[in-house]
C-alpha cells in the first residue's frame, strides 16, 4: 500500500507492505539508520520518534498508521548545522556511551521537557521510564536533561518542519 | 597545561548524536549490495533428539533463495571448545541434525535465506522440527548427579574442576564459623545492539565479515579456523559496537556461518539477531553456585576463608569455563586472611552457554566474600565496616602476594573506606537507621558496605601488550590505529588526549581507527578492563618514539644538535631551545617523508583496582519491596586521563550491580524453557529504579605502566552488587534476617522476613 | 520481530468499522492504538487477517459530562485521558491510573477502548474502571448496546463483545472530590503490576474496590465492598481482599505473596481513598 509522511521536514511517499513496522520503513526504505530496534516487546525505546509532536516507539507503529503525519528522527533536529539543546547536552555530560540508545533516548527526553520544562531528577527518570540503556546507568542522562532545560522551551521542541528539503 | 586528567567530551559524539553511529545492521557498504537475510531456526525445547526436520514448505515460501539443514553442511566440522584442555566431545554442531541432541532452547536446527528481512521470519516459521524430549538439566545441583548426561560421549556433565578440597581441620582453630550456600545468578549481558554480522565474498577469494565485537583480530582468528580458511583471505571488520559487555569477546558460530552461507549461495548474506533470539542465543553471565565458610575470633579477626563454586557452563562450554580461576585468583580480595581456600568444579547445563559478564569472574569473588564479612560480622555482633578493617591487607606500594595467589600492584583499602564512609555519612545513616527501628516503620534503611580490588589488565589471550601505530601527516592532522576495540568507552577521544599531550596537536584532528585486521593485524580487543593501561599505553608510548625519530630529522634539517631541540606544543613540532621561532612542525617533517610510528608495550604484570561502596536502601517490611535510594562509591584506579569517561564507566557499572543485586535474573523452567526472553520479560534495570551516584575522587597510581593508570570498566559493577544486596539484607536485619539470595526481589524480602519472624534461619 | 502478513483497512466512523468487521469476519481485528495488539502480533501470539485501523476516528475521541456520568469515547489516548481537565475534575482516579500505564511514549499511543478490549488481567484502567463500575458501550451490525462492566471481562483475553463489535464509549459515574487510591505494585516502575488495587468512593455512598492480575480477569473485590457495606474497619475488609480471587504462580509472585500483596495494596488503597494516608510511590524519603 502507499504511505505519505512528512519525515524531517521532507514530504516521502512509499509503498510499503501492510504490516512494515515504522522502524523498519525509516530505516529501510528512507536510510534513516539513526533510529535503532533494540528489543521486540515495546520495551527498550531504542526506536523512540516524534510523530506529531509526541514520541512514540516507532517499532509498535505501522509506517501505514503514520500516514498523514510529521515525523521527527533524530537526523532531523540539528537546524542550520546546530545541535539541539538535547543533543549539545548529551555531548556536554557524556550522556551516550556505545550510542545505540541515544536516537531515542534523545527524542525520549525532547517529549519529557516538552511535557515538563523544568523536571527535576525524579521526574527526568519517570519521563524516560520507557528508555532502557545499558552504558551509562543513566546517571548523564539525566544530568543532560536537566541541562538541556536550562536553553528554555527550544529543548522541548522539534524543528518546524515547513520547508520541504529535496532529496 | 596538561590535556590529560581533564574533562575533554568526545570526538565520536557530534556523528553519534546527529547522524546516529553506524552498526552492523546500519551497513550500506556496496559489498552488501543485493545481500541476502539469514534468519536461524532455532530449537524451542532444551534437550531432545531431532527425530525430523522438514523444510520442504518453506523451500517454496516467497523470496526463499535457500535452505540449509545439518544435511547441507557437507564437510564443515562441528566447532570445538575454545580451551584446549576441554573434551571434544562438547564440541558443538552448526545445526543440529536428525537423531543428534540439540542442548538448548536457542540451539541452531536450520537457517533460511531469503531476498528480503520480512520474509525470512515467514520462511523460517514454515520449517518443521521435531524433537523427542529427554529431560532437562536445570542448574549445577541437576548437572551434578549425572542423573542425566548431556553429551553420552563424554560420560558426564562434569565439565573441568579447578583446586583441592579443603583440609578437613582448615577451621579448626576457629571460635566462630559460619557457612552458607550463596547464589550468584545467572545473568544476560543485554548490551542495547543484538548480534549481527554480514559478509561478502570478493572476486579476489577473500571474504568481509563486518560485525559486531569486542575484538576484531581474535574473532577473525576463531572464524577462520572454524572454517578452515587462510586467515589471509579474511578482511574482518567491527563498525560501531553498541555495547558488549564481554558478551561480544569472541566470535560467535553464528557470524562464522554467515561468512558460509555467503559463499555457500554465492550472495552477500546479512542478518540480525531479535531480541528474543539475543535472550537465548548470546553468552550469558555470572551462573555460580557457591558455599561459603568463613572462621574468625570473635573479636573480629578473619582466620581462615574458604569458596566453593560450582560453575553453570551452560550448554556448550565456552569461555565461562575458565572464570572461575579468577574468582579463585581473587578469593583472599582485600582482606589478610592467613588461610584461603578456593575451588570450583564447572558443568554443562541445558541453557545458554556461559561467557563474560562485566567483571567476569571477579564480581563472584567480591560478592562471596564480602557475603561472608557480612555473615561473619552478624555472627559476632560487630559493625560490618569495624570487621572490614580489622582484616584490611595494610597500605602497600610494592607488588604484595595474597593468600589465594595474585600478586596485587598497590593499594590502600582502608583509606577507600574511610572515604566513601565519611562522603555517606555513615554514622549518620546508622543513626537514622536506629530511629526508624526504634519506631518501627514501615519503611526501614538498610545501609550496605562493600569494599573490593580485582583483577585488570590480565592476559585474555593477548598477553598483557597492545600495539598502536601514529602517523602524522602533512596537512597536520594524525591518525592512531589501535588494537583495542572501543564500543562506548571513547578511546578515539582518550587515545588523541595521550598523542595530544606529546605531540600538541589537536585532539579534533586526531583520528582513530580500530577494527579493521587489515589494517591492524594485531590487537587484544577491549575487554577485562585493559584497554588504557595498554592499549593507551601503546598510542602514549608510540607518541614518545615518534618525537624522537622527529628529532633526528629535524636535527638534520635544522643543523642542530638533537639533544638541542625540545618539544613545541604550541607549535605542534620541534623548536631550538632558548631560540623560539627556529623550529620544524611535524607536518613539515610529514611533508619530506613519512613520519609514523608502529610499537607494542607490554606491561609487566595486571593491574589491580580498588574501592568502598556505600548502598542505602528503604524497605517496606510489609511488601518487601527495597528501592536504592543513595549508592556512593570510592574507585580507585589509579591515574585518570579523562575524568568525564572515567566516571561514566563507574556509572555504567554501578547500574549494572544494581540491577544483578535487586532486579536481574535469566529462569528457566523445569524443563529447561526460558522464563525471561524478552525485555518484558527481563527485569533490565531502568532509570527509576536508580538513583543519581555520589562518586567520590582517589587515584592511586600504579607502576605498571607509564600513565599509572588500572582498569575503569568494571570496577563499578563489582563494588555495587554486593553493597546493594548488603543493603537489602540490613534494611531488615533487626527482624531476623541474615541473607537474602540475589536478585532481592520483593518476594525474597518479604518471605526471608516471614521466616525469620517465624523462627526458622533463612 | 515483525507480524504475520494482514490486510489493512482504514476507517474513519464508527459505521464504516462496523460494516468492515461485518465483511471481514472473525478474523479480522480493530487496531486502535496498536499498543495491545501489535506486540502479540509481532510474536505471532495473534495472526489476525485483516486489521480495521479505526484511529482516524474522530468521533471516539472525547472526555465528557453527560448526565451524572463521564462519557469517554474509545479512542481516547491514555496520554488525552491523563491531561483532561474534565476527568481530572469528574473522575480523578482515572487520569490518575492513566498515568500509571506503561511510558509515556505507550500512553501517546494506548487508547482506553484498546486496553478495555484486550482483556488483560494485569492491565491498569480496565481496574479503574471496574472499582468505578463503568458500563461499556459497544457498537455491531445490530447498533449499539450497553454491558456492564462488570459482565464484560469473562476470561482470560476474553470479553463479553461478539463478533462484529467494536467498543465504542465508556461511561463512569462522576466521582468528583470523593476520595480514590491506586496502589500499583510493580517491580520496575513501567512494568505490568504483580497486583494492583483500585478503591473509590462512588456517589451512591458504596466504596467500589478492584484487582488487577488475581485472576484470569481483573477482578471486583466482593467480598471487600461487601465488608465495608457492613461497616467493618479498613483492616477487616482489606484482609478480605485474596477471598474469591484466583492467583496466578509466577516468577515475580506466587499464590501466597500475590494474596498477601492483594491484602496490602487493597489496605493502603481504601486509606487513601479515605484521606488515612498519603499514595505510596517508589519515590526516596531517604536522608
Known amino acids: 500500500m502507499q504511505v505519505s509522511m512528512t519525515v524531517n521536514g521532507q514530504q516521502r511517499t512509499d509503498e510499503v507492505e501492510p504490516r512494515m ?51 521527527t528522527t533524530l537526523e532531523g533536529l540539528s537546524t542550520d548545522g546546530e545541535m539541539h539543546p538535547v543533543q549539545a547536552a548529551f555531548r556536554s555530560e557524556h550522556g551516550l556511551q556505545c550510542g545505540f540508545c541515544t536516537s531515542g533516548m534523545v527524542m525520549a527526553s525532547i517529549g519529557v521537557l516538552a511535557d515538563n520544562p523544568n523536571p527535576t531528577d525524579r521526574e527526568v527518570r519517570e ?30 521542541q522539534v524543528p518546524s518542519s515547513q520547508q520541504e528539503v529535496s532529496a | 597545561m596538561s590535556i590529560l586528567g581533564t574533562r575533554v567530551v568526545r570526538t565520536e559524539d557530534p556523528l553519534f548524536l546527529t547522524r546516529g553511529a553506524v552498526y552492523t545492521d546500519d551497513l550500506t557498504d556496496p559489498r552488501l549490495a543485493g545481500a541476502v537475510h539469514a534468519t536461524f531456526v532455532r530449537s524451542t525445547v532444551a534437550h531432545g533428539t531431532v527425530t525430523s526436520v522438514d523444510t520442504s514448505a518453506a523451500a517454496e515460501a516467497p523470496g526463499v533463495v535457500g535452505v540449509y539443514t545439518a544435511a547441507e553442511l557437507g564437510d564443515l566440522p562441528p566447532v570445538a571448545p575454545p580451551l584446549p584442555f576441554l573434551d571434544a566431545g562438547f564440541s558443538r554442531p552448526w545445526l543440529v541434525g536428525v537423531g543428534e541432541r540439540v542442548h538448548f532452547v536457542g540451539d541452531l536446527v536450520a537457517v533460511v535465506l531469503t531476498e528480503e528481512r520480512y520474509q525470512g521470519e515467514d520462511a523460517a516459521e514454515m520449517v518443521v522440527v521435531d524433537i523427542d524430549p529427554l529431560p532437562a538439566v536445570v542448574g549445577t545441583a541437576a548437572a551434578k548427579t549425572d542423573g542425566t548426561i548431556l553429551f553420552p560421549a563424554v560420560g558426564t556433565n562434569k565439565v573441568a574442576a579447578f583446586g583441592e578440597p579443603a583440609p578437613e581441620d582448615f577451621f579448626a582453630d576457629c571460635e566462630v564459623v559460619v557457612r552458607r550456600e550463596i547464589v550468584n545468578q545467572r545473568v544476560a549481558a543485554a548490551p542495547l545492539e543484538t548480534r549481527a554480522a554480514s559478509a561478502a565474498w570478493g572476486e579476489d577469494g577473500r571474504v568481509t565479515i563486518w560485525c559486531t565485537n569486542q575484538g576484531a583480530q581474535q574473532a577473525k582468528g576463531q572464524i577462520a579456523g572454524w572454517l578452515g580458511l587462510d586467515p589471509a583471505l579474511v578482511h574482518l571488520i567491527t563498525p560501531d559496537v553498541g555495547g558488549g559487555f564481554g558478551a561480544k569477546i569472541g566470535a560467535d558460530q553464528e557470524y562464522a556461518f554467515v561468512a558460509w552461507l555467503a559463499q555457500q549461495s554465492g550472495r552477500p548474506v546479512r542478518w540480525t539477531e531479535s531480541r528474543s533470539e539475543n535472550m537465548t542465543g548470546m553468552l550469558q553471565g555470572r551462573a555460580q553456585d557457591q558455599v561459603v565458610t568463613i572462621g574468625g575470633s570473635r573479636d573480629g579477626r578473619v582466620q581462615a576463608y574458604s569458596l566453593e563454586v560450582s560453575q553453570d557452563c551452560g550448554a556448550y562450554p565456552r569461555i565461562g569455563t575458565v572464570l572461575p580461576t579468577l574468582t579463585m585468583l581473587m578469593a583472599a580480595a582485600v582482606y589478610d586472611i592467613p588461610k584461603v581456600h578456593a575451588q570450583a568444579t564447572c558443568y554443562v547445563t541445558n541453557g545458554t552457554s556461559i561467557g563474560a559478564y562485566r567483571g567476569a569472574g571477579r564480581p563472584e569473588a567480591t560478592a562471596a566474600v564480602e557475603r561472608a564479612m557480612d555473615l561473619f560480622a552478624a555472627e559476632i555482633g560487630m559493625d560490618p565496616a569495624d570487621v572490614r578493617r580489622k582484616n584490611f591487607i595494610p597500605t602497600f606500594t610494592e607488588p604484595t602476594q595474597t593468600s589465594s595467589g595474585a600478586t596485587y600492584d598497590s593499594g590502600d583499602y582502608e583509606a577507600a573506606l574511610d572515604r566513601v564512609l565519611q562522603a555517606a555519612g555513615y554514622d549518620e545513616l546508622r543513626a537514622e537507621q536506629a530511629r526508624r527501628r526504634e519506631r518501627g516503620d514501615t519503611r526501614q534503611l538498610g545501609i550496605g558496605v562493600s569494599a573490593y580490588v580485582e583483577i585488570t589488565g590480565a592476559d585474555s589471550g593477548h598477553g598483557t601488550s597492545e600495539n598502536a601505530e601514529l602517523e602524522v601527516h602533512a596537512d597536520g592532522t594524525a591518525t592512531v590505529l589501535t588494537g583495542t576495540s572501543p564500543h562506548g568507552q571513547g578511546h578515539a577521544t582518550t587515545w588523541a588526549m595521550l598523542a595530544s599531550e606529546q605531540l600538541g596537536i589537536p585532539v579534533e584532528k586526531i583520528t582513530v581507527l580500530h577494527g579493521d585486521t587489515d589494517r591492524i593485524p594485531d590487537g587484544g580487543g577491549t575487554m577485562g578492563s585493559r584497554s588504557l593501561q595498554q592499549g593507551g599505553a601503546a598510542v602514549h608510548q608510540a607518541a614518545v618514539e615518534l618525537v624522537e625519530v622527529a628529532r633526528k630529522r629535524a636535527a638534520e634539517l635544522l643543523e642542530a644538535n638533537p639533544d638541542d631541540l625540545e618539544v613545541d606544543l604550541a607549535n605542534a613540532g620541534l623548536s631550538v631551545k632558548g631560540t623560539p621561532g627556529v623550529g620544524v612542525t611535524w607536518a613539515q617533517l610529514a611533508a619530506d617523508e613519512q613520519l609514523i610510528v608502529q610499537t607494542t608495550f607490554t606491561a609487566n604484570a595486571p593491574t589491580f583496582p580498588f574501592g568502598a561502596h556505600v548502598a542505602v536502601v528503604e524497605t517496606d517490611v510489609e511488601s518487601g519491596k527495597a528501592v536504592v535510594t543513595r549508592l556512593v562509591t570510592v574507585d580507585d584506579a589509579g591515574t585518570i586521563i579523562n575524568p568525564l569517561l572515567a566516571e561514566g564507566q563507574r556509572h555504567g557499572g554501578i547500574a549494572q550491580g544494581v540491577g544483578q543485586a535487586l532486579l536481574e535474573e535469566i529462569l528457566y523452567d523445569e524443563d529447561g524453557n526460558p522464563q525471561t526472553s524478552t525485555f518484558a520479560d527481563y527485569p533490565f534495570v531502568s532509570a527509576t529504579e536508580l538513583p543519581s551516584f555520589e562518586l567520590v575522587e582517589m587515584a592511586t597510581p600504579t607502576p605498571m605502566n607509564p600513565l599509572g593508570a588500572k582498569g575503569i570498566g568494571e570496577a563499578g559493577t563489582i563494588g555495587s552488587t554486593p553493597a546493594v544486596q548488603s543493603a537489602v539484607v540490613d534494611s531488615v536485619a533487626h527482624l531476623g534476617v541474615r541473607h537474602v539470595d540475589m536478585p532481592a526481589t520483593s518476594m525474597r524480602v518479604w518471605r526471608a522476613i516471614q521466616e525469620a519472624q517465624k523462627g526458622s534461619t533463612n | 520481530m515483525i507480524p504475520s502478513q494482514f490486510d489493512y483497512v482504514r476507517v474513519s466512523t464508527v459505521d464504516e468499522a462496523v460494516a468492515a468487521l461485518a465483511e471481514h469476519g472473525e478474523d479480522a481485528k480493530i487496531l486502535a492504538g496498536g499498543h495491545s495488539l501489535l506486540p502479540i502480533m509481532k510474536l505471532r501470539l495473534a495472526v489476525p487477517t485483516v486489521l480495521i485501523d479505526i484511529s482516524g476516528a474522530q468521533e471516539l475521541n472525547y472526555v465528557r459530562v453527560d448526565g451524572d456520568q463521564v462519557a469517554i469515547g474509545a479512542g481516547t489516548r491514555h496520554h488525552d485521558l491523563e491531561k483532561s481537565e474534565v476527568a481530572q475534575a469528574e473522575v480523578p482516579l482515572l487520569p490518575h491510573v492513566a498515568s500509571r500505564v506503561g511510558d509515556p511514549q505507550v500512553r501517546h499511543r494506548g487508547t482506553l477502548g484498546g486496553t478495555v478490549a484486550h482483556c488483560d488481567p494485569a492491565s491498569d484502567l480496565p481496574t479503574a474502571l471496574l472499582a468505578l463500575g463503568a458500563t461499556v458501550v459497544v457498537a455491531g451490525p445490530n447498533g449499539r448496546r450497553e454491558i456492564p462492566i462488570t459482565a464484560f471481562f469473562l476470561g482470560f483475553f476474553e470479553t463479553a463483545m461478539e463478533e462484529g463489535e467494536l467498543i465504542v464509549e465508556l461511561r463512569v459515574p462522576r466521582t468528583g472530590s470523593a476520595g480514590w487510591g491506586y496502589e500499583k505494585f510493580t517491580r520496575r516502575e513501567n512494568d505490568w503490576p504483580i497486583v494492583a488495587a483500585a478503591a473509590v468512593h462512588l456517589p451512591d455512598g458504596s466504596v467500589g474496590v478492584a484487582l488487577a492480575n488475581m485472576g484470569g480477569v481483573v477482578l471486583r473485590a466482593e467480598a471487600v465492598e461487601a465488608a465495608l457495606a457492613e461497616g467493618k474497619s479498613i483492616e477487616e475488609a482489606a484482609a478480605l481482599a485474596a477471598e474469591g480471587t484466583s492467583p496466578s504462580s509466577d516468577m515475580h509472585a506466587d499464590v501466597e505473596y500475590r494474596s498477601h500483596l492483594a491484602r496490602l495494596l487493597t489496605q493502603r488503597a481504601l486509606k487513601v481513598a479515605a484521606g488515612e494516608t498519603e499514595a505510596s510511590t517508589a519515590e526516596s524519603t531517604a536522608a
Open chain 1, 21 to 71: 513496522l515504522l522502524a523498519h520503513h525509516l530505516r529501510d526504505n528512507l536510510g534513516l539508520t539513526a533510529t535503532n530496534i533494540g528489543c521486540d516487546s515495546t520495551s527498550c525505546g531504542a526506536c523512540t520518534v516524534i510523530v506529531d509532536g509526541l514520541t512514540v516507539k516507532s517499532c509498535t507503529v505501522l509506517a501505514l498508521q503514520a500516514e498523514g503525519s510529521e515525523v
Open chain 1, 127 to 156: 519521563g524516560l521510564e520507557g528508555n532502557l540503556c545499558r552504558c551509562t546507568g543513566y546517571h548523564n542522562i539525566v544530568q543532560a536533561v536537566l541541562k538541556a532545560a536550562e536553553a528554555g522551551p527550544a529543548a522541548g
